[in-house]
């Protein structure tokens, strides 16, 4: 075996943002590649970890481990903090870095920032789910967003690159300055019809897609009446629906074991049913036709967020800023590179 050990570089946000930005499109293809290569066992992605705090209990740092085969071939980990009172000091609640593995040596290979690559990938997960779960219904024409941050821009961003267009779209926050902040965004990003709603009931009533992007740690939303217009739901801040939502909806997930843990909607519902019944399969099911959804229900899509997809957009921004020769390697960031050490190894060959 002739392994050597490979260099180590340093990619910040800036260039994964110069990288991905006005590749949208490219980046769902990502997306739906590597959830084909889980759906076809070719991955390895481990329960999440949560590191919580008692002095702190609004705030968390996750980390997601995992090992993607197919055209990636790579290992990783994720490193992601969420501290919600950092909105209030003006600054981004999550903060984020991936760190990647050669899978041949198990060497890290780069520490990249990773806000705007986990933004990116839930955002293309969220676009390729709305794609696939309205195949059948038509696409819809009004689509809403509850919680106004990163991850609702993204996700807009990413429809639109998806070739999405709307009728009217409605914003609503429990914060009247927040609604109004991603309206001026809407305006400024070309969207004609946009309403602010004062209330959830009002939002949800009069969207045929509704987007759940915001910071809840519990259920909030539970009156089953206000989704009887059978919208699709993508709820990619997984807490916000009430149990008995869940199970009155189909439910499509991107991992059910991963999905159905942490106190999300649907391991709530799960503990509420006694049974796994009410989830009617993953995205990948969906994708390969092995579930088909029905059209008299909302349809409400909960991705927990895989590891390996935060791998397939790092391995990306990777080797395109490998290929551009604009890597930062840190020279002798490994200092043993020999397994006797150097004294010992001179001797050994003397």
């Known amino acids: 075996m002739n392994a050597q050990i490979p260099p180590f570089a340093v990619i910040p946000g800036s260039q994964v943002h110069q990288v991905l930005t006005g590749r949208e499109r490219q980046v769902i293809d990502l997306i739906e590649d590597a959830y084909r290569v889980h759906g076809e066992g070719d991955t390895v992605n481990p329960p999440s970890y949560f590191l919580r705090f008692p002095d702190r209990p609004a705030s968390r740092i996750i980390a997601l481990p995992a090992s993607i085969g197919g055209r990636t071939q790579v290992d990783g980990l994720k490193w992601i903090s969420s501290f919600p009172q950092n909105i209030d000091a003006g600054i981004p609640r999550a903060s984020a870095v991936v760190v990647l593995n050669d899978q041949a040596t198990g060497y890290p290979i780069a520490c990249m920032e990773s806000s705007i690559i986990s933004a990116a990938r839930t955002a293309a997960s969220a676009a390729l789910a709305a794609d696939w779960l309205t195949r059948e219904r038509g696409r819809p024409r009004r689509v809403g967003f509850f919680g106004v941050g990163f991850i609702a821009r993204y996700i ?36 004609e019809r946009i309403t602010v709603h004062d209330t959830a ?59 159905l843990k942490a106190d999300t909607s649907p391991h709530l519902a799960e503990q509420a049913a006694e049974n796994r019944d009410f989830i009617d399969g993953t995205l990948f099911d969906v994708m390969t036709g092995r579930v088909r959804l029905p059209e008299d229900r909302p349809v409400v899509f909960s991705p927990f967020g895989l590891g390996v997809l935060d791998l397939a957009v790092s391995k990306h921004v990777y080797d395109a800023v490998r290929e551009r020769g604009e890597l930062t390697v840190i020279d002798d960031f490994f200092h043993e590179v020999s397994r006797y050490g150097k004294e010992e190894a001179s001797d050994a060959r003397g």
């Not at 300055?177 to 400024?188: D, I, K, N, T, V």
Request: proline share 4%; charged share 15%.
């Open 201 to 259: 009931e009002e939002l949800i009533g009069s969207s045929d897609l509704v987007v759940f992007a915001t910071v809840a740690g519990t259920p909030h939303v539970s009156d089953v009446s206000w989704f009887s217009h059978n919208p699709v739901v993508l709820h990619v801040s997984l807490r916000d629906l009430a149990p008995e939502i869940v199970l009155n909806s189909a439910n499509v997930v991107d991992d059910i074991e991963h999905c």
């Open 156 to 191: 807009h961003t990413y429809l639109h690159a998806a070739g999405w267009s709307f009728d009217e779209v409605g914003v609503h926050d429990l914060s009247p300055e927040h609604a109004q902040g991603f309206r001026s965004y809407l305006e400024g990003s070309g969207a």
